[in-house]
Structure formats: C-alpha cells, structure tokens
C-alpha cells in the first residue's frame, strides 16, 4: 500500500512540475508586459536596447523568479512538502527554457555556445521575438510570450 502512495505521491509531483513549467508562460507573458513593459521598464530598456552581451538590469527579473524557485525547493526541502519542491522545479524547469531559448539562442549572450533555431517551433519562436525586439520603446509591440508563439509566427523553412 505504501509503494502505490509513494508512486501516486511521484506522479503527482511530476505533474505539478511539468504544469508549473507550462503556466509559468502565461506569468512570463503577463509579466514581460505588464510589468517589464509597464512599471518597470527602467529595468528592462536596456534589454531592448543592448550595449553590449554582459549583464543587463533587465537580468534581474531572473534573479527574481530564480529566488521564488530555490526558496520553494530549500523549504519544501526543509519542511518534506514535496509540493513546495515540485513548484520551484517546475519554475527552474521554464527558467531553464527561457535561458536556453532566450538568452543563448535568441540574443546569443554566451559567446561560444550557438544553439540555432532548427525546426518550425523554434523558428517560430526566434520570429516572434524578433518582431517583438523591432519596437525598442515602452509601449512594446506583441508578442510578450517567450516559448510560444502563434502560428501567425510561422517562418517557411526556406527563409530561415
């Protein structure tokens, strides 16, 4: 009895990992343009308007989300609450994806580490980014979402 309570308790974690990860990109959009592109674009103007590859004021918001994560994996880790450390996996989990997509592939900030946008999502992606990145004022330009993009975004393989 205890085994199926521990693989439902397994299940059940991963689930809301893997749900986490998938709702964070409805916070990121709300975030990215409501508040990165509301209240606090002073942190985020040098993001559209880059000097250079270094650190950005714009990095904070991941300093930001990444503390929301570790403090829920350290006390859910601390407490046994394995929820609390399935919600900050699922939060690393999207922080992750955003990096890898965002920062590396997208705007390239790691010199030596080239991730190209092989396939028709990630080329539908790295399009809508770039359409979002035309605008460099505050009133931004849609999309705000970071690993989703409409099919409206859809690049035929031959252009890319």
């Known amino acids: ?86 919600i900050g996996v699922g939060i690393d989990l999207y922080g992750v994806g955003y990096f890898l997509f965002h920062d590396v592939m997208f705007h390239k900030r790691l010199r030596r580490f080239r991730l190209p946008p092989r396939g028709p999502y990630l080329r539908r992606i790295v399009h809508a980014h770039s359409v979002h990145h035309r605008n460099i004022e505050k009133e931004g330009q849609p999309p705000y979402s970071f690993l989703y993009a409409g099919p409206q975004y859809a690049v035929d393989a031959k252009e890319s």
Do not use: C, Y
Not at 5 to 28: D, P, W, Y
Not at 65 to 75: R, Y
């Open 1 to 86: 009895m205890e085994i199926a309570a521990t693989k439902r308790e397994l299940l059940l974690n991963v689930f809301v990992a893997i749900s986490l990860a998938v709702f964070m990109e409805g916070v990121a959009w709300f975030t990215h343009k409501h508040v990165m592109h509301g209240f606090l674009w002073n942190l985020h103007r040098d993001h559209h308007r880059p000097k250079h590859r270094g650190l950005q004021k714009n990095d904070w918001f991941a300093v930001f989300f990444s503390l929301i994560s570790m403090g829920s994996i350290a006390s859910g880790t601390a407490s046994g609450v394995t929820l609390l450390v399935s």
